[in-house]
């Protein structure tokens, strides 16, 4: 090589070892100005809301990715017991939305199906379990709140615009098992389960009470005072409003078509859901918050239990809890028990995001576990084909989980 060869040759080699050395401090430069901007500057295009659960934000639909976790990172146990109740590497699926309040969520084990009340717009709806289709079950449906099922496979429903409860029979026909107590109206019928003995128990608070989520009282009742609301507006021609009379009480419809007074509103305000123990020897009734027309203080959201004697009669009762949960109040609509005697209980926690959903507790009061949702849930029931599966009816949404355990009771 020419000593004028290598001296090019040199040169390029310096050249190019100039230009890398260049490039590579203006990239730190660059990261470096990048860094001060993200530490010390707004960042650039709209924020994203923050999580109401989950950070980031899960999408709960069928066309959400799925959880990459064993454990549901919103199925939280609170005490290790849970551990055995609760499913590992499943997740919380948002079933169906698009509701204005979900409510009464029961299981068909013959239809293999899942029905629920969206009260507000006045029908049923029905989750198919075979290929998952949703589609309207029954409308009107007379305001329906909370439904179940019977030993006999027959539906129950509790009917806010009729202030009754009623049976719809295999041929189809609906009967009435409850619309007065001592020949006064109803108020709202909110809840019912089925006993072996062939009873049924239900609530009656006065939530149907309200334009939304029934019919208000006639003029200058309870819920309608001042006379201003037309209970009639909306409704078919030659309907008679009602007019609140009773207490909000809980009561026993017996075999012969009797009504007995179980539970008096002393005792439990403003009932809402209520289930039986798996040996029926407890029943647990919660206490919701005041209702229309309450001139009492009304609920608390709370949860009480009673012990069942043969002969029906109601002793030991006592506040089960006040489900205050990391000081929020996690206030308890629907119930059932599982075949442990742990209740499963829907969490009403308003605005305190991360709270609403389920809250899981053992037979002496113990929470032991959670389940949080995006929304406000208002009843539970378990169902599928083994009877694993948590179906949860939250505000606008469906949504179901499944389970280590199974319900107790049909429906």
Known sequence: MTRHAQRDRDSTLSRRTLVQGLAMAAGATVAGLGGARAQGSPQAGPVAPPSTVTSPPRDFGPGGAPTTYFWDPDIIAVDPSFNSLAQPNTAITRLHTGLLWAEGPAWSAQGRYLLWSDIPNNRQMRWSEDD????????????????????????????????????????????????????KKLNSPNDVVAHPDGSYWFTDPPYGGMLYEGEPDVAGGPSNPAGRLNPRIGQPAGFVPGRRELPTNCYRIDPSGRVDLVVTEEQVPDP???????????????????????????????MFSFDVGTDNKLTNYKRFSDFMVDGVKCGPDGVRCDVNGNLWCSSNAGRAVGYSGVTIWSPDAKLIGRIRLPEVCGNVCFGGPKRNRLFMAASQSLYAVYTATQGAGPG
């Open 132 to 183: 998952g289709h949703v589609s309207v079950f029954r409308a009107p449906s007379n305001n329906s709140n909370g439904n179940s099922f019977d030993f006999q496979g027959r539906q129950l429903s509790c009917e806010h615009l009729t202030r009754r409860v009623v049976r719809y029979e295999h041929d189809g026909t609906a009967t009435v098992l409850a619309d007065n107590f001592g020949g």
């Open 272 to 302: 809402n859901g209520l289930c039986f123990s798996p040996d029926y020897k407890k029943l647990y009734v919660a206490s919701t918050g005041k209702g229309p027309g309450d001139t009492g203080p009304g609920g608390k959201g709370e």
